[in-house]
């Protein structure tokens, strides 16, 4: 369930904003958010822990605006980090350093102290190299480093496999038969407190089973883990949720967190979960303009404003979006691919998609855009990156200017290359 829908004159809304208002004062292309889609999804996510101790930590990969991390901060959520810039990004919007928990492969000296410094609340160690690196940035700034090991449970998601995480062949996590090893090495160093076990599997999962099975695989290293006698505090059990983007029938929030808990049983360890596209993903649109229309005899191609530089799942995932005209609906009436101007045949967000006719100067949004739209936006074809816009009740917020064409070139130098070589 999402707020944006058709207003009162039949074109498409977010919450009480005509879009097309938002285009002609702010532009296009524009990623717009709704605030109360985003609460409501957070809120629901949430709900569906309610009956044992649980941290919602959201995924700010998935949408690190400061606006958007400012919300859900509000409501009391935690962050799943995975660099130094998100950690900025997340203090800067009022996020609390011990509800952060930090994940990645390949997280650097000064992130670690960095986080140590801050105080988060967890380190998702991913390899015997990073706890030693751990170990020693804790005992050199005399702390010690909260810890919780990602193992791999080696599980199929059933996913995209860019976006499979939980397979042994994949780079995440240690393997789950190092696990054991791997926490007695943690016990015996003065850097590192122990405090929890984390996994993450997938990403767009549409189905209950490969959490659950990975959850089982989790719970019995658990089991194992409590009788040695390792602190094991929370369980981590990542983000990975799906949403509906085309005809994907994911479980509901609570259905999926039913499964998973009942795998858990009452085990004493509360739950940290790490949501990303189920919160933000149906709570954003990109807004872009039809520039022109072309027919090469054998296709029809609309050339809108946005490109790949703006939204790269299609090209990058082959991801399927809808493709909704902002003017009030009337019959799809031709076959045509929607595409960018960015000069690569990737570039297009529908191949032979039914459409309503679209002419010069239209406006088009693309739904389920809020997760892994903006963030993973580029500079290609020196394109200035679009404005990010939250929608609340009847008012918008511009939440990030787009950019200008001397931001494209800020940092850039002309070197003198007339002057004499040096001796
Ligand atoms: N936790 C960890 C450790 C992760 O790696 C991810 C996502 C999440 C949580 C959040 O997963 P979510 O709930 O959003 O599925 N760019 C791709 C998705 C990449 C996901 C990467 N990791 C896409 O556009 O589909």
Known sequence: MNHFHRGPDGALWAEDVPLEQVAAEVGTPTYVYSRATIERHYRAFDAAWASVPH?????????????????????????????????????????????????????????????????????????????????????????????????????????????????????????????????????????????GLDFHIGSQLAETGPFVEATERMVSLLDELHARGVPIRHLDVGGGLGITYRAEAPPEPAEYAAA?????????????????????????????????????????????????????????????????????????????????PVCESGDFFARDRELPELAAGELVAMRSAGAYGFVMSSNYNSRPRAAEVLVDGDRYHVVRARETVEDLMRGETLPDLDAPPSA
């Open 260 to 340: 998973v808990l009942e795998r858990i049983g009452d085990r004493a360890v509360e739950i940290v979960t790490e949501p990303g596209r189920v919160i933000v993903g149906n709570a954003g649109v990109l807004l872009t303009r039809c520039v022109l229309t072309k027919d090469n005899g054998e296709t029809r191609f609309v050339v809108v404003d946005a490109g790949m530089n703006d939204a790269i799942r299609p090209a990058l995932y082959s991801a399927w979006h809808d493709l909704e005209p902002v003017a009030p609906p009337r019959a799809a009436s031709a076959v045509v691919d929607v595409v960018g």
């Open 55 to 195: 941290l919602v930590c959201f995924a700010v990969k998935a949408c690190s605006n400061l606006a958007v991390l400012n919300l859900l901060a509000r409501l009391g959520a935690g962050f799943d980090i995975v660099s130094l810039g998100e950690l900025e990004r997340v203090l800067r919007a009022g996020g609390s350093p011990d509800r952060v928990v930090f994940s990645g492969v390949g997280k650097t000296v000064p992130e670690l102290e960095r986080a140590l410094a801050v105080g988060v609340r967890c380190v998702n160690v991913e390899s015997p190299a990073e706890l030693a690196m751990l170990d020693e940035v804790a005992r050199r700034l005399g702390v010690r480093a909260p810890v919780s090991l990602r193992v791999n449970p080696d599980v199929d998601p059933k996913t995209h496999p860019y976006i499979a995480t939980g397979l042994k062949r994949n780079k995440f996590g240690i393997p789950y038969d190092a696990a054991l090893p791997t926490y007695e090495d943690a016990m015996g160093r003065a850097g590192i407190e122990v405090v």
